[in-house]
């Protein structure tokens, strides 16, 4: 039983696919983000990014949806934000996915999908996800030629284990460590689990507390911390994974968001 | 060979004589002894190459989780992916084989064993699989490491994600 979520939901629907755009309530519509058990009954939530209009989108990872008439100031603003095309909604014109706020819904939440994204914007959130988690290092950045050197190395690393909402976490976020941002995805650790998924990784060479036989990262279930409550909680760090590590959970990561085709 | 005088009555056809017939027992025995005793070396020495394989399998991945730089990992990865190559072609050149049947069982299976086929199998896919998803990751540095000065926010833009997350994530609350 997974100690976070001891009650899970009855199962859920097993129509959802990536790609789905749902309305929760005014102003709060999302997109699913997650392709690896959408159709697992086991598994009652699923990770949805939201959609916001053209004015609240501020990433640069994050990815247009619409071919919606727009003005000058409606221009993509950053070099990787794409215009990509979407069914033909109304209300979703002119509208991001925000890949920097996504969190895990409940299926049974989510019903009647207003629309589902194009193949073109999906491939294009997928990419830009396995951007956003694929694994970076002060190496890489300071090699780039075509790069002004980064004012310093982060404030905070990808594979520190730390504290946040009072549990055990991994900072998972490349893009986030990198870039400053307030915002950060950790994913939670888990000791001696028993109902394990692909997606977990196990860290218990690096990471081995004294009553505990194996320890897990299990990326499936990550969530955004606010950056500030962990650096609060996280001086010193408990611990920082090596890079063989952080490979293996950019690597579940990449799986979670789109190429588990590759698996079928 | 001997001569047969005309009228004398022509002996019995050899080919069903008792001696051929014990003969041909024998060479079948013998043919199948050697057959059998091939199949079992086989068998043999491939139950020691898994044992190896095993071990080889567990300490490259302890090796894996321990490498501290990209250019270790990739040293590492490569012997992966090339052992993983060396087994698809066994794999392969294994299919032939299953259609022949030896002591109740296919021969494949007899030699390597249901599950420990069903293993190899496995390590093979994971391994193709997780040679693609390196494959992105390795192709995602170029899109990180060009835009570096595009993606930093303005402390306005900080201040939007913090109230963008508040505004989106409280209304939702409590989900684990």
């Known amino acids: 039983m997974n100690p976070w979520n001891p009650h899970p939901d009855p199962p859920a629907s097993l129509s959802i696919n990536q790609g789905d755009i749902f309305e929760l309530g005014p102003n709060s519509v999302w997109i699913v983000v997650d392709d690896f058990h959408n159709t697992s009954e086991r598994h009652p939530l699923v990770h949805c990014a939201p959609i916001l209009s053209l004015s609240d989108a501020f990433l640069p990872l994050d990815v247009y949806l619409s071919v919606g008439v727009r003005g000058p100031e409606a221009q993509p603003r950053e070099s990787l934000q794409q215009e990509l095309s979407l069914p033909p909604t109304p209300s979703l014109r002119g509208s991001y996915a925000e890949l920097g706020l996504i969190r895990r819904l409940k299926k049974t939440e989510l019903h009647a999908p207003l629309a589902t994204a194009h193949p073109e914007v999906m491939n294009r959130i997928r990419r830009n996800l396995v951007t956003w988690f694929s694994l970076f290092t002060m190496v890489d950045l300071t090699s780039s030629v075509r790069l002004s050197a980064p004012t310093g190395p982060p404030s905070l690393f990808p594979g520190t284990i730390t504290r946040a909402e009072g549990r055990l976490v991994c900072v998972i976020d490349h893009w986030g460590c990198f870039n400053s941002y307030p915002l950060l995805y950790v994913a939670p650790l888990e000791t001696d689990a028993l109902d394990l998924c692909p997606l977990d990784v196990e860290i218990t060479e690096e990471f081995q507390d004294l009553f505990s036989k194996r320890n897990f990262v299990r990326t499936d279930e990550f969530f955004l911390v606010d950056r500030n409550r962990i650096e609060a909680s996280s001086s010193p760090p408990i611990r920082v994974l090596r890079y063989g590590l952080l490979r293996k959970i950019s690597r579940a990561l990449v799986l979670k968001f789109g190429q588990k085709s590759l698996l079928l | ?176």
Do not use: C, N
């Open chain 2, 1 to 176: 060979m001997g001569s047969v005088a005309y009228g004398q009555p022509l002996p019995l056809d050899p080919t069903s004589s008792s001696s051929f017939r014990l003969f041909r027992l024998f060479e079948r025995l013998l043919v199948w002894a050697r057959i059998r005793f091939v199949i079992e070396m086989a068998r043999l020495f491939f139950l020691g190459f898994y044992e190896d394989f095993r071990r080889f399998l567990v300490g490259l991945e302890r090796e894996l989780d321990r490498s501290e730089t990209e250019a270790q990992y990739k040293l590492l990865w490569a012997i992966k992916a090339e052992a993983s190559e060396k087994m698809d072609v066994l794999l392969d050149h294994l299919g032939p084989l299953e259609h022949y049947r030896y002591k109740g069982q296919g021969l494949v299976e007899y030699l390597i064993g249901a599950q420990r086929l069903q293993e190899l199998r496995l390590f093979v896919k994971a391994t193709k699989l997780e040679g693609e998803a390196e494959g992105l990751i390795d192709g995602t540095k170029v899109a990180f490491v060009t835009s570096l000065a595009q993606r930093q926010l303005t402390e306005s833009q900080r201040i939007a994600m913090l109230e963008k997350y508040r505004e989106l994530v409280e209304p939702l609350e409590p989900t684990p």
